[in-house]
């Protein structure tokens, strides 16, 4: 046996001598009815996320390195690391500055740490300027050849966390340096070595404004952001689809 239960939306009432019948609907269009408005709740929910739920207040710029002090700190990491393999010299002797390689306008990031950081630690330095021949003034005892293989800011990912909430950037700077110390008078290869060093953080989104710099591209590097859209969309257009299919053959079996 099987028993169908009706719901009783208002009540009979009269006006005049009209009496205004009650209106009876199946459960059926109820529970249709809810299940679409809770997909589409969902939907949105999704496509737009819940910031103040899963991601706190957006911390202000202080105490984040603008994308220029990153790639400092990674040129000064290289040449600390330059300094501790030289070792102990006598403080006349000249170290001449040679740059082999270079790796484009960002070039004197690398350049200002080894002037301000070698004279820091008590070194002679010069740097070395070719003459219009090619050839190269030698004044010095030393010679500190570097190549510049990379130096250099990328945002490798730019997501939402957690797939919701607000937009973080991940952001990584790598100086590569290839350096060799040269006894000029002899010309032995005093030391040699390859310098790498890395930095990675993640900042907020709506920080970038206000990390990079105008004037100096490499601090601006290209926004390859990940849409969280491409995945939505696709679940969004499946459970509307769903729900209406559900609330139609719901209608259907009540009638």
């Not at 002679?124 to 800011?153: C, F, M």
């Amino acid at each position: 046996m099987i028993i169908k239960v009706r719901c009783i939306v208002g009540g009979g009432r009269r006006i005049g001598s009209w009496a205004i019948p009650r209106r009876w609907h199946p459960v059926a269009h109820f529970h249709g009815r809810i299940v679409v408005r809770l997909v589409s709740f969902l939907c949105l929910f999704a496509v737009l996320g819940v910031d103040p739920l899963l991601a706190g207040a957006a911390e202000s710029l202080k105490g984040t390195p603008t994308n220029f002090q990153v790639l400092e700190r990674v040129s000064a990491a290289a040449v600390q690391e330059i300094i501790a393999g030289i070792g102990t010299i006598r403080t006349e002797d000249v170290i001449l500055l040679s740059k082999a390689k270079t790796a484009g306008s960002v070039d004197f990031v690398l350049e200002n740490a080894f002037v301000r950081d070698m004279d820091a630690a008590g070194f002679k330095i010069a740097v070395e300027q070719p003459k219009k021949d090619g050839a190269a003034v030698t004044n010095g005892r030393y010679r500190l050849s570097y190549q510049i293989v990379r130096l250099s800011l990328v945002y490798p990912r730019i997501s939402r966390r957690w797939w919701l909430g607000s937009k973080m950037v991940a952001r990584e700077a790598q100086a590569d340096v290839f350096v060799q110390l040269t006894d000029i008078p002899t010309g032995d290869i005093v030391w040699v070595k390859e310098i790498h060093k890395y930095y990675s953080d993640r900042i907020d989104y709506d920080k970038l404004k206000l990390v990079e710099e105008a004037q100096y591209d490499f601090t601006r590097p290209s926004r390859s952001e990940f849409k969280m859209t491409r995945l939505f969309e696709p679940l969004v257009v499946g459970g509307i689809v769903v729900g209406l299919v559900y609330l139609f053959f719901s209608n259907q079996s009540s009638e």
